[in-house]
């Protein structure tokens, strides 16, 4: 799989978070990991949407995630956002400063995940947790704003999104919905999760922190609150120090997962 250094890359982060009490997405001594959707409002429910039970764990195949979560959530339904199966992603963006960057992500443009990953020992207590990258999608096409449930196209591109499945019993939550799909030779949810460490993405601000401001620290509230909102640490351009540091970003990534290349 080739990268597109020419690209924009847009971050945004997915699956539970601190928020959602004792669900978490662990990763594993090897690096692996799984990514465990977020619940869904129960009032939002619908049959087309997977409860944990019904998903499969991505590194034991025969293994449903609720293995990850205790008995009060094994009948929750989730939103299973993004899918890596025909890489689409959906967000309300139009009246969510969080997502709102997201409107300028265009075809040719990279959306990275960010997750946060728990750590266990050997008996599956939790440690200490990390944002790491888990996946990204080379934009191939858009949906904003739909204004009735997709036709055929449409459906053929974004039909495995929760989003569009949830929208068959839920007609309205479409409203203020925009989606993405990737190209799936140029989109992957990785094997290996990647540490995210603030200094890789790093650029303008530079000069900066080298008149005797440290960088910041690589912890969870630190992080966090960077990615409070969708990120572009990597706009289209020309600035050779910004394409090096992309360059940078990307072998970092390539380093956990060798079946990438630049």
């Known amino acids: 799989m080739d990268i597109d250094l ?15 009490g004792a669900i978490r997405s662990p990763i ?21 949407l997977p409860a944990y039970p019904k998903m499969a764990s991505f590194n034991n195949s025969g293994e449903p995630l609720s293995n990850y979560v205790s008995s009060r959530y094994r009948n929750v339904r989730v939103m299973d956002d993004p899918e890596f199966q025909s890489f689409t992603y959906g967000a309300y963006v139009e009246n969510s ?18 997750s946060l990953l728990t750590h266990y020992d050997e008996k599956f207590i939790p440690h200490h947790r990390g944002y790491y990258i888990v996946g990204f999608m080379y934009v191939e096409k858009t949906l904003f704003f739909p204004n ?21 019993y839920h007609p309205k939550t479409l409203e203020g919905v925009c989606l993405w799909k990737g190209d799936p030779a140029m989109s992957i949810r990785l094997k290996h999760a990647v540490l995210f460490k603030i200094e890789s993405i790093l650029k303008q601000k530079k000069q900066h922190y080298d008149q005797g401001t440290k960088f910041p620290r690589d912890d969870v509230s630190k992080i966090g609150g960077y990615l409070r909102y969708v990120q572009v640490p990597f706009d289209k351009g020309d600035d050779p120090e910004v394409f090096e ?18």
């Open 28 to 48: 594993f001594r090897d690096g692996t990991f799984e990514l465990m959707p977020k619940p869904e409002e129960r009032s939002l429910w619908a049959p087309t």
């Open 6 to 20: 020419s690209s924009s890359i847009f971050l945004v982060t997915v699956g539970v978070n601190s928020s959602h």
């Open 148 to 168: 009735k449930f997709p036709d055929r196209e449409d459906f053929a591109n974004f039909g495995k999104n929760a989003y569009i499945r949830r929208a068959v």
């Open 97 to 114: 400063q969080y997502q709102r960057k997201l409107m300028r992500c265009k075809p040719g443009d990279y959306i990275v995940f960010l």
């Open 245 to 262: 540091k992309k360059i940078e970003w990307w072998n970092e990534i390539k380093n956990g997962n060798p079946n990438l290349s630049l």
